[in-house]
C-alpha cells in the first residue's frame, strides 16, 4: 500500500533548519510545509526558497494540522520548551542534538513524549552512514576480539565569530557547555552506541583560547561497563583542527573511523586492511561543512520509523543518554570522578 507523504515543518530557520529543509525536498516521502522562527524574516526567506508557509508564532505554527512532523532547529537551550509544546499538540518530533542542555529538560521532553504517544527521534546523524554501520557490525561480529582501548579526538577549530555572531554559542544558559556538549556529542553518541554504557567518567576541562562562558577544550577518561578504558578530548581552541578520529583497539585488532569513512582495520585472519575514500565531512574546520546525505539519512529513517511503526535509529532515550555522560564528564570536572545516569527505554518508547 501507498504510503502518505510525512508532512514537515521545522522551527527555527538558521544552519540547521537550512540543513532540514534541504533534506525534506530530497528525501522521496517528505514534504515540507511551512517553517517557524522568532525571527520572521528568516522564516520568509525560507519559505520563499523551499515554496512552503512561514510563521513568527510557535503557537499558531503547533495548531497548523497540515504539519505531522517538527524539526526542532532552535539554540539547545530552547529544545525543550519548544518540544513539549509542540508535543502538546501532537507532532512528531526530529530534535537537533544535543536532545536539551541538561536533565531535567531532557526528562521533560521524555514525559511529553510517553503521554503524547508521538515518535521523537535525537539527531545523530554518524549512525546512518554506512562505514559507522560496518564499525558496528565488526565490533558485535567480535572480528577485533573484546574492545579494550579506545581513543576519540574532536580537535576542531571555531573562531571568535562564530562565538560572538551567534548570540548562544558558548553559552551555559543556551549551549549547555562549549567544545563537548556542541562539537562533541557527535563522538559521545557514537561512542555510547557502539561500546554501550559508561560506569565512570574523570574530567577535566579549560577556556583557553575564546572569551566564552564554557569551556573550549576538554579532555576526559572513560570506563565503559564492558571494561574498556578510553580517552576523549573534545576542543574547539585549535587554528586549524583535525577530522574527527575514533579508534577502537580490541583484543584481537582494532579500526579507526575518520569521520565517517573506516580508514584502517586490522584482525588477525585479514591482516591489515586500508580503506580508501575521502570523507565530505569537514566540520571539525567549518561547522556548515556537513555532507547533505547526513540529514537525508536522518530524515529517511525517521519517515520509515513512522511508516513502519518502529523506533528512529536514535530516539529520544538515546539523546538524554549521549547528554547523561556529557552531564557527567561536566560534572567530573568540578566534583571528581562521576557515574553517568542513565535513562532505561521502556518498550513504549
Ligand atoms: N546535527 C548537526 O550537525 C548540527 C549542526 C548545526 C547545528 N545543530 C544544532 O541545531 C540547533 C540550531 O543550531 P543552528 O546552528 O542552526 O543555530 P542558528 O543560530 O543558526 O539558528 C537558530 C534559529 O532559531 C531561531 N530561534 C531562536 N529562538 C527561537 C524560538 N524560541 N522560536 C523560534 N525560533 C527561534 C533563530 O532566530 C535562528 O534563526 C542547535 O541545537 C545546534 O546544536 C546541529
Redesign the pocket.
Same mark, same amino acid.
Given at each position: 500500500m501507498e504510503q502518505k507523504p510525512i508532512r514537515f515543518g521545522i522551527? +527555527?530557520?538558521?544552519?540547521? +533548519? +537550512?540543513?532540514h529543509a534541504a533534506a525534506i525536498r530530497a528525501v522521496e516521502g517528505a514534504e515540507l510545509r511551512a517553517v517557524?522562527?522568532?525571527?520572521i524574516d528568516?522564516a520568509r526567506a525560507f519559505a520563499a526558497k523551499y515554496c512552503c508557509g512561514a510563521y513568527g508564532d510557535?503557537e499558531a505554527f503547533a495548531n497548523d494540522e497540515d504539519i505531522d512532523a517538527v524539526c526542532v532547529?532552535?539554540?539547545?537551550g530552547?529544545?525543550a520548551e =519548544?518540544a513539549v509544546f509542540l508535543l502538546e499538540r501532537n507532532k512528531h518530533l526530529i530534535i537537533?542534538?544535543?536532545l536539551a542542555v541538561d536533565l531535567r529538560q531532557a526528562q521533560s521532553i521524555v514525559d511529553a513524549a510517553k503521554k503524547s504517544g508521538r515518535t521523537v527521534a535525537s539527531?545523530a546523524?554518524l549512525r546512518c552512514c554506512k562505514d559507522v554501520r560496518r564499525l558496528k557490525d565488526i565490533l558485535v561480529s567480535g572480528v577485533i576480539g573484546r574492545p579494550v582501548s579506545a581513543q576519540l579526538s574532536m580537535i576542531y577549530h571555531r573562531d571568535e565569530a562564530y562565538y560572538k555572531d551567534? +548570540?548562544?554559542h558558548g553559552t551555559l544558559a543556551l549551549d549547555g557547555g562549549g567544545a563537548l556538549i =556542541?562539537q562533541g556529542i557527535?563522538g559521545v553518541d557514537l561512542l555510547l552506541w557502539l561500546l554501550g554504557p559508561v560506569r565512570r567518567v574523570s574530567a577535566a576541562k579549560a577556556t583557553l583560547r575564546h572569551d566564552i562562558e564554557a569551556e573550549d577544550t576538554l579532555a576526559a577518561l572513560l570506563e565503559f561497563e564492558n571494561g574498556c578504558l578510553c580517552t576523549l578530548s573534545a576542543a574547539t581552541s585549535v587554528s586549524h583542527g583535525q577530522p574527527r578520529t575514533l579508534t577502537v583497539f580490541g583484543t584481537q585488532g582494532s579500526a579507526v573511523l575518520t569521520e565517517d569513512r573506516l580508514t584502517s582495520l586490522v584482525t588477525e585472519e585479514g591482516g591489515l586492511v586500508i580503506e580508501t575514500g575521502e570523507s565530505a565531512y569537514l566540520?571539525h574546520a567549518d561547522?556548515g561543512a556537513?555532507p547533505e546525505q547526513?540529514?537525508q539519512n536522518v530524515i529517511r529513517d525517521f519517515c520509515e520509523a513512522l511508516n513502519e511503526n518502529r523506533r528512529p535509529i536514535s530516539d529520544v532515550i538515546d539523546g538524554c543518554n549521549a547528554l547523561a555522560l556529557i552531564r557527567a564528564a561536566y560534572d567530573a570536572t568540578e566534583k571528581g570522578p562521576q557515574t553517568p545516569v542513565f535513562t532505561e527505554r521502556e518498550d513504549r518508547i
Amino acid at each position: 500500500m501507498e504510503q502518505k507523504p510525512i508532512r514537515f515543518g521545522i522551527l +527555527g530557520c538558521g544552519l540547521a +533548519g +537550512g540543513f532540514h529543509a534541504a533534506a525534506i525536498r530530497a528525501v522521496e516521502g517528505a514534504e515540507l510545509r511551512a517553517v517557524c522562527d522568532a525571527a520572521i524574516d528568516r522564516a520568509r526567506a525560507f519559505a520563499a526558497k523551499y515554496c512552503c508557509g512561514a510563521y513568527g508564532d510557535i503557537e499558531a505554527f503547533a495548531n497548523d494540522e497540515d504539519i505531522d512532523a517538527v524539526c526542532v532547529c532552535t539554540p539547545s537551550g530552547y529544545h525543550a520548551e =519548544n518540544a513539549v509544546f509542540l508535543l502538546e499538540r501532537n507532532k512528531h518530533l526530529i530534535i537537533e542534538k544535543p536532545l536539551a542542555v541538561d536533565l531535567r529538560q531532557a526528562q521533560s521532553i521524555v514525559d511529553a513524549a510517553k503521554k503524547s504517544g508521538r515518535t521523537v527521534a535525537s539527531v545523530a546523524q554518524l549512525r546512518c552512514c554506512k562505514d559507522v554501520r560496518r564499525l558496528k557490525d565488526i565490533l558485535v561480529s567480535g572480528v577485533i576480539g573484546r574492545p579494550v582501548s579506545a581513543q576519540l579526538s574532536m580537535i576542531y577549530h571555531r573562531d571568535e565569530a562564530y562565538y560572538k555572531d551567534s +548570540g548562544w554559542h558558548g553559552t551555559l544558559a543556551l549551549d549547555g557547555g562549549g567544545a563537548l556538549i =556542541n562539537q562533541g556529542i557527535h563522538g559521545v553518541d557514537l561512542l555510547l552506541w557502539l561500546l554501550g554504557p559508561v560506569r565512570r567518567v574523570s574530567a577535566a576541562k579549560a577556556t583557553l583560547r575564546h572569551d566564552i562562558e564554557a569551556e573550549d577544550t576538554l579532555a576526559a577518561l572513560l570506563e565503559f561497563e564492558n571494561g574498556c578504558l578510553c580517552t576523549l578530548s573534545a576542543a574547539t581552541s585549535v587554528s586549524h583542527g583535525q577530522p574527527r578520529t575514533l579508534t577502537v583497539f580490541g583484543t584481537q585488532g582494532s579500526a579507526v573511523l575518520t569521520e565517517d569513512r573506516l580508514t584502517s582495520l586490522v584482525t588477525e585472519e585479514g591482516g591489515l586492511v586500508i580503506e580508501t575514500g575521502e570523507s565530505a565531512y569537514l566540520s571539525h574546520a567549518d561547522p556548515g561543512a556537513i555532507p547533505e546525505q547526513a540529514h537525508q539519512n536522518v530524515i529517511r529513517d525517521f519517515c520509515e520509523a513512522l511508516n513502519e511503526n518502529r523506533r528512529p535509529i536514535s530516539d529520544v532515550i538515546d539523546g538524554c543518554n549521549a547528554l547523561a555522560l556529557i552531564r557527567a564528564a561536566y560534572d567530573a570536572t568540578e566534583k571528581g570522578p562521576q557515574t553517568p545516569v542513565f535513562t532505561e527505554r521502556e518498550d513504549r518508547i
